[in-house]
């Protein structure tokens, strides 16, 4: 766990936001900061679950967790002037949900916030299934996650 400019403790993944992910406009191309998003929510599964990740949940658990949400505000451009810090930290664990709070930092400076929210699903039958009990358990001793709102 590393501490947020915020103030609030969770994953951080930084990286570098190049030339390539650039629009016109010499700010990060919209469509790439989703991008960016989910690869730092793959990274925070990695992270928690001891190098289990999206390719280990399909392939060895036979699990899947579509998006059922994306939501994302900007309140700074992103550039590629210097490293992007990504945030992570889980807002919601539901009975077969998982809702992430994702904030994009350069420089201190917040520039943008999502929301994710992720259902688990088995591969073979393609049918909403309970959050597996082994990542609900790494989730809780790690994370101090709120309920979701009935």
Same mark, same amino acid.
């Given at each position: 766990?590393?501490?947020?400019? =915020?103030? $609030? &403790?969770?994953?951080?993944?930084?990286?570098?936001?190049?030339? =390539?992910?650039?629009?016109? =406009? &010499?700010? =990060?191309?919209? %469509? $790439?900061?989703?991008? @960016?998003?989910?690869?730092?929510?793959?990274?925070?599964?990695?992270? +928690?679950?001891?190098?289990?990740?999206?390719?280990?949940?399909?392939?060895?658990?036979?699990?899947?967790?579509?998006?059922? /949400?994306?939501?994302?505000?900007?309140?700074?451009? +992103?550039?590629? &002037?210097?490293?992007? #810090?990504?945030?992570?930290?889980?807002?919601?664990?539901?009975?077969?949900?998982?809702?992430?709070?994702?904030?994009? @930092?350069?420089?201190? &400076? #917040?520039?943008?916030?999502?929301? @994710?929210?992720?259902?688990?699903?088995?591969?073979?039958? @393609?049918?909403?299934?309970? +959050?597996? %009990?082994?990542? $609900?358990?790494?989730?809780?001793?790690?994370?101090?996650?709120? /309920?979701?709102?009935?």
């Amino acid at each position: 766990m590393t501490d947020h400019p =915020a103030g $609030r &403790r969770g994953f951080v993944q930084e990286r570098v936001v190049s030339f =390539a992910d650039c629009d016109p =406009a &010499r700010i =990060a191309y919209t %469509g $790439r900061l989703a991008d @960016f998003a989910l690869e730092a929510i793959e990274a925070f599964w990695s992270d +928690v679950l001891d190098g289990e990740s999206w390719f280990e949940f399909n392939l060895d658990h036979g699990l899947g967790t579509p998006f059922v /949400k994306m939501e994302m505000e900007f309140s700074a451009p +992103v550039t590629p &002037r210097c490293k992007l #810090s990504l945030h992570v930290e889980p807002a919601a664990l539901g009975s077969s949900s998982i809702a992430f709070r994702i904030e994009g @930092f350069q420089e201190r &400076r #917040s520039c943008f916030v999502g929301r @994710f929210v992720c259902v688990f699903i088995s591969i073979e039958s @393609f049918e909403k299934i309970p +959050v597996p %009990g082994w990542i $609900r358990e790494k989730l809780e001793r790690r994370f101090e996650i709120p /309920k979701p709102a009935p």
